[in-house]
């Protein structure tokens, strides 16, 4: 692959890396139509969603702060509640202990938490499950129309009102398998995201916002274990610029576009993007049968 190929695909990636359309999706067929499969196309990917990830940071970084802090914040209350425990059993006094899930950032940051257990656990036993799929246009076909599937459905959910201080913490598990999902190839992950939050209730601004913020442990994840298998690729000098040069057109891209992408996500309808993903899901396992 040469950079202006990669460039193209991270501009592709860029733009439908904020729509329900599955970003790995498009840059998976890309990528298999021009041959570069295996595990070297799988850490580009991951590389690709780094770079979108450096946008959605920059467009929550006030809410990304906020629960920087109340982490830092429920941390400090937990060794509390322990010298309370250990002080009432002690003493035999019944001292109250520190609320740790008492305002709405405090609440979303443990939504969050419980969120990127099932994340972590799918992603480390799929990787190479998820390295194959990327390989095969069936995989990323068959992705695109569940998409597609789930797409239609969000436009018969009922409005929800819920913010987070509402979510049940199952609410966060169901979003956290959903997002670990979301590393198969075609699996939209803003749509299956958007799909679950819906579901359970959310307000519609608050289910965007919930699906970028529980992707940045995901998309961490993903890197850190791509990372980890470095060793094990055969990347040249000449790779990298290339790899860099496609999640730098990615990451621009991205940030350009993000805070209208997310405006347009909180009152758009999805018929249209369940239409194009179902169509383009079938294009890519046309082309499967034609190799």
């Given amino acids: 692959m040469d950079f202006i190929r990669a460039i193209w695909i991270g501009i592709v990636h860029g ?15 890309i990528e298999n139509l021009w041959d570069m499969r295996g595990a070297e196309g799988l850490f580009f990917e991951v590389l690709l969603h780094t770079a979108t990830l450096l946008a959605v940071l920059a467009a929550f970084w006030r809410d990304i702060t906020k629960v920087a802090a109340e982490m830092i914040l429920i941390c400090m209350d937990m060794v509390t509640n322990i010298r309370i425990f250990i002080e009432n059993k002690k003493t035999g006094v019944d001292k109250r202990y520190q609320k740790i899930s008492g305002t709405n950032y405090r609440k979303l940051t443990l939504l969050l938490l419980t969120a990127s257990v099932p994340m972590a656990v799918l992603g480390m036993l799929s990787r190479r499950l998820v390295e194959a799929a990327f390989g095969s246009l069936l995989a990323i076909g068959i992705g695109l129309m569940i998409s597609a599937i789930l797409l239609l459905v969000m436009d018969f959910i009922a409005k929800g009102d819920k913010i987070p201080k509402d979510m049940t913490y199952d609410n966060a598990i169901w979003m956290g398998i959903c997002q670990g999902m979301a590393s ?25 916002k919930l699906t970028f913020l529980t992707a940045i442990p995901a998309v961490c994840g993903a890197l850190i274990l791509e990372l980890g298998q470095l060793g094990e690729l055969s990347i040249t000098g000449r790779m990298w610029g290339t790899y860099l040069c496609g999640a730098l057109a990615a990451g621009i891209t991205g940030f350009l576009l993000i805070r209208r992408m997310v405006r347009y996500l909180q009152r758009a309808r999805f018929r249209g993007f369940a239409c194009y993903s179902f169509l383009l899901g079938i294009i890519a396992i046309i082309c499967k049968f034609m190799e």
């Fill in 15 to 29: 733009i439908t890396a904020f729509l329900p359309v599955s970003s790995s999706g498009h840059s998976g067929l």
């Fill in 184 to 208: 198969f190839p075609g699996i939209s992950r803003v749509g299956v995201s958007m799909a679950v939050g819906l579901l359970c209730g959310l307000n519609r601004k608050v289910a965007v």
